[in-house]
């Protein structure tokens, strides 16, 4: 509840707090990212919760990374500006490296 301007109290606007963060949560998982293995060539869909994002210094150093759901093979690929904003807008998990000064 939130105070107003004559002392009373009112409830919070609809969305927000822990409601509004739960329904995010729940539309990351909604989406889907085609993604496809180098090594079976297979192609398919993972939700955000099957990759991992890392962002370090560089180019060289920023990537996805998922498990091939055919083979099972780990995959590591190269992820520049746009691809970094759509897997973070997703709800993919994010690391990001630090390198030493």
């Known amino acids: 509840m939130t105070g107003t301007e004559d002392g009373t109290m009112s409830r919070r606007p609809r969305g927000t707090g ?3 963060a739960a329904r995010l949560a729940a ?3 909604a989406v889907r990212f ?3 293995c180098p090594d079976c060539r297979t192609r398919f869909e993972l939700g955000a919760e099957a990759l991992r994002l890392a962002i370090g210094a560089g180019p ?3 990537f996805y990374s998922f ?3 055919e083979c099972g093979s780990a995959v590591r690929k190269p992820a520049g500006e746009r691809i970094v904003e759509l897997l973070t807008g997703g ?3 994010t690391l ?3 390198t030493a000064p």
């Open 27 to 29: 539309a990351a998982h």
């Open 60 to 62: 060289s150093t920023t």
């Open 34 to 36: 085609r993604a496809g």
């Open 18 to 20: 822990v409601a509004e």
């Open 91 to 93: 709800g993919v998990r």
């Open 96 to 98: 990001r490296l630090h």
């Open 67 to 69: 498990t091939c759901p």
